[in-house]
């Protein structure tokens, strides 16, 4: 029977799970796989999965909640199995279902199957709107003990599943989290304390709400923000969200916010917790490489510092050897020598060429010929 033959129908046979569990042999006591039968009532219709979190949409339907929200965040708005009208509002909680999924996974603990953890509730629009205003109104009044709270409830609250992420998102959070940033480090003379943990928690709140739009961008961007950012980057804490904050920014940002980014990112880099944040990120150095050349001479010279200290020594700076030459930057880093720069970033390309050039043979490279914003004769 195909898949969808048994969501359309409802048509489900006991769906067989393969688990690792202790099963003492008549003889011998050795561990053998045991196979699980997972009741039909208990499987979501939509991802043929045990539920963990059972809700039941008006048509009589029961769903996982992860599954059934994802559908109708995908733009539908029909159930699944019946077709008939179904909105986010309209599902309920099952607690009778989930409290028999639990008794099941107790039942069959020996076998190997886990207990199903008691679901949080999710967060409603009410919900999401206080804690949005709780920002805002702890930003306005300068309270920065109740602002970083609130922050950090955003994140947590945000982090704990994608429902409520995109709840939060829809009451307008990374709006009030960026501009309470904007308030709080523009009525800060010196970035420290209590007011530089509240900052951390903005912007490692403000990473669960990527990507920013235009207005939550200039606020990050002005220049108070910037000079708090740099300020926060240079004395540690929450780095990872801190240099996150800073890679993602640089991604679509004008020029004036890229060469600030930049030269706020390569600070960060000067330590170790920077640098170790910065390569686990996945698009640090392709924006760095994407920057030289696009932006101004001032970038480039920021983005070459940058991805210097990223692929200088330690085998932990291989990959981002690697993927800085499949990105491009051996032929922009050429191209730089030819047509002239200043003379640190002169010797830092060389550096960052020689480091390349060792890694060349086992990493397919990409031609790199977009310099648009080369400004430079040749």
Not at 113 to 138: F, K, L, N
Not at 248 to 271: F, M, N, Q
Not at 362 to 373: M, P, Y
Request: charged share 25%; aromatic share 4%; net charge neutral.
């Amino acid at each position: 029977m195909s898949r969808a033959t048994r969501v359309a129908g409802r048509l489900m046979p006991e769906i067989s799970l393969l688990r690792r569990g202790r099963k003492s042999a008549a003889r011998g006591g050795d561990d053998a796989e045991v196979e699980v039968s997972v009741p039909a009532n208990f499987v979501c219709p939509i991802s043929l999965e045990m539920m963990r979190d059972p809700v039941t949409a008006p048509t009589g339907i029961t769903y996982d909640r992860e599954s059934v929200e994802g559908w109708l965040a995908r733009g539908h708005d029909t159930c699944p199995v019946t077709g008939r009208p179904v909105r986010l509002a309209d599902l309920v909680p099952n607690h009778a279902t989930r409290r028999m999924i639990q008794d099941w996974c107790v039942a069959n603990r020996a076998r190997g199957v886990e207990r199903v953890p008691t679901p949080r509730v999710p967060v409603g629009e009410d919900d999401a709107e206080e804690v949005v205003a709780g920002v805002s109104a702890a930003a306005r009044r300068g309270d920065v003990a109740a602002c970083g709270a609130a922050a950090a409830t955003a994140r947590a609250l945000g982090r704990e599943s994608e429902r409520n992420r995109r709840c939060l998102a829809g009451a307008g959070a990374a709006h009030a989290l960026s501009s309470a940033f904007g308030l709080l480090a523009g009525e800060a003379p010196v970035v420290e304390g209590a007011v530089a943990g509240a900052l951390g928690e903005i912007l490692a709140a403000l990473t669960v709400f990527f990507p920013l739009d235009e207005e939550c961008r200039s606020c990050i961007a002005s220049p108070p923000s910037l000079k708090s950012l740099a300020s926060l980057l240079s004395h540690g804490g929450e780095l990872a969200a801190r240099v996150s904050a800073a890679v993602e920014l640089l991604v679509d940002a004008d020029k004036g916010t890229s060469e600030k980014a930049l030269a706020v990112l390569d600070a960060a880099l000067c330590a170790d917790a920077g640098v170790e944040s910065a390569r686990a990120h996945a698009l640090t150095v392709p924006v760095l490489v994407k920057k030289m050349f696009r932006v101004s001479d001032m970038a480039t010279d920021f983005a070459v510092s940058a991805l210097w200290r990223l692929c200088r020594a330690g085998a932990s700076a291989a990959p981002c050897r690697a993927e800085a030459l499949r990105v491009g930057a051996f032929q922009k880093l050429l191209l730089l020598l030819q047509v002239g720069c200043a003379g640190v970033t002169k010797e830092r390309a060389s550096e960052l060429l020689k480091m390349l050039n060792g890694s060349r043979g086992s990493v397919e490279c990409i031609e790199t010929v977009d310099f648009k914003g080369l400004k430079r004769p040749f």
